[in-house]
């Protein structure tokens, strides 16, 4: 192992070496080139990066609109308050989840979902009741099913940086308006986050992180 506080060097193998390249080349673009559009090949390559990310009990909670109209990127980046990730990236996508509702375990979504695994809905039932009452208890299904949509968003932007795009993530949006602009019912749906793809039009910012030692022990 390297000696606590270094970075992980040549003893990794080349997969994790290129890997850990990619976390450092992506950066939290905020300013993109409007007029280089991502081509759709690129797209369907991000949403297969959310497709294939892993989600709790394998509900695949999230979905995601790749927003690419100008009418609707406008709306999405005055539901940020104007922030310039959105107002100028060509792409912006949007990771939405079902409201809890859909999550009790004789829900439509829980049955489509179950139905496809082995042992089908009773067996994925028997499984899933006590953690969804548990969640429901603590008040925690909408929270848990937004969590899914960050594992999602991280692996879509490191495959961005893999694909030599740049992106950044975009927590702040009023929720509302987010829906508003995707026409969908906020009863139904939750805007978890999104983030803004497309090509710098800055210099690279630095990075700043705290050293191992700082944020991790072994015990
Ligand atoms: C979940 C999440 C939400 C974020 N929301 C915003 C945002 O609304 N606006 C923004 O300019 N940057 C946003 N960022 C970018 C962070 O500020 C940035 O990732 C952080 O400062 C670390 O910088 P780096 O990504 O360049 O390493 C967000 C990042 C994450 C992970």
Redo the contacts with the bound molecule.
């Keep these: 192992m390297a000696p606590r506080g270094q970075s992980p060097g040549e003893e990794l193998p080349a997969g994790a070496r290129a890997f850990l390249r990619l976390m450092d080349d ?5 300013l993109f080139d409007p007029s280089k559009v991502v081509p759709r090949a690129l797209v369907d390559y991000l949403i297969e990066c959310i497709r294939l990310s892993p989600s709790s009990f394998g509900l695949e909670h999230s979905r995601v609109i790749a927003a690419v109209e100008p009418g609707i990127r406008a709306a999405l980046a005055r539901s ?1 308050g104007g ?3 959105v107002a100028t990236a060509p792409l912006v996508l949007v990771l939405l989840a079902p409201r809890a509702g859909a999550y009790a375990p004789d829900s439509d979504f829980v049955r489509a979902r179950a139905e496809r695994f082995p042992g089908g809905l009773p067996a994925f039932e028997a499984d899933y009741e006590g953690y969804y009452e548990l969640l429901r208890r603590e008040g925690r299904l909408e929270h848990w099913a937004r969590a899914q949509s ?1 594992i999602a ?2 692996n879509a932007m490191t495959g961005a940086a893999a694909a030599g795009l740049d992106s ?6 009023a929720e509302t308006e987010a829906l508003a602009a995707l026409d969908l019912d906020p009863t139904e749906w939750m805007a978890c ?1 999104m983030a803004a793809f497309g090509y710098r039009a800055e210099a690279r ?1 630095g ?3 705290l050293t191992a030692d700082e944020m991790s022990e072994l015990r």
Excluded at 26 to 30: F, I, S
């Design positions: 992506r950066y939290a673009c905020k940020s922030q310039d990730p960050y968003l991280a950044c993530a975009i927590e702040g949006f986050v910012r990075r700043f992180r």
